[in-house]
């Protein structure tokens, strides 16, 4: 049984199209994260929520919009996309709340390229 | 701005041979992690540091935190191919914001 799916593990589009990448862990977490990670393997945080609430937001182009239905669920939704949005996008959750992160349990990773 | 640098960035090596990956950063952490990450697949947690100059041992693999907890070190003694991977420092700035480091890609041939 999966502790992190994201689907779809593969996704090839073309510029200017809109798209969605889903997200569930059954780790019973309350915290989850949108990660990317480019070319060159360097992972940078996008997005983190607890309890379904908003807690990070890094500085990324409003054309990326998250969702988080229920705590178990965080979804990312990408408008008008761009050559330079191709990655490997990574979803990821952890127990601990507060002052300290804990570990990240990743999922296996959506590769989006965009023609 | 790339706040945990990691050195080399990458190795290739025959099994047997021990090497040592470093991770440095001016910043100071709460907590280091390192996670190792194979192809396709998600970084999946090897072990966190918290103490100023603590060492953690995990099999083959050591891990230490610098004193002043802004760099980190790891090092695997007799290597062996399955422990090609892509191996990821990642230094906690709390509430829930890992920054991660540049990552070193090691490669052990048998």
């Known amino acids: 049984d999966t502790a992190v799916s994201q689907t779809p593990k593969y996704l090839v589009t073309q510029m200017g199209n809109d798209k969605s990448i889903k997200c569930e862990q059954n780790?019973?977490?309350?915290?989850m994260y949108w990660y990317k990670q480019d070319s060159k393997k360097f992972l940078k945080i996008m997005f983190s929520y607890n309890n379904k609430e908003l807690i990070i937001n890094e500085t990324v182009p409003n054309r990326f919009s998250p969702k988080s239905p229920d705590k178990a669920h965080l979804n990312l939704h990408i408008n008008s996309l761009e050559l330079g949005d191709s990655a490997v996008y990574f979803c990821?959750?952890?127990?601990?709340?507060?002052?300290?992160?804990?570990?990240?349990?990743f999922g296996e990773g959506s590769r989006l390229t965009v023609l | 701005t790339q706040l945990l640098e990691q050195s080399p960035q990458f190795l290739s090596i025959q099994e047997g041979e021990n090497l040592t990956v470093y991770c440095n950063s001016s910043?100071?952490?709460?907590?280091l992690q390192w996670y190792r990450q194979e192809p396709g697949e998600g970084p999946v947690l090897l072990v966190t540091?918290?103490?100023?100059?603590e060492v953690k041992k995990l099999k083959r693999l050591t891990f230490q935190f610098g004193d002043a907890r802004k760099d980190s070190s790891l090092h695997i003694t007799a290597a062996q191919p399955g422990d090609t991977g892509l191996y990821l420092c990642a230094g906690d700035r709390g509430f829930q914001k890992l920054v991660f480091g540049t990552g070193t890609r090691l490669l052990v041939s048998p």
């Open positions: 540091v918290v103490t100023g100059g």
């Open positions: 990821a959750s952890s127990r601990l709340g507060g002052s300290n992160t804990g570990e990240l349990f």
């Open positions: 780790l019973g977490h309350d915290t």
């Open positions: 910043s100071v952490f709460s907590s």
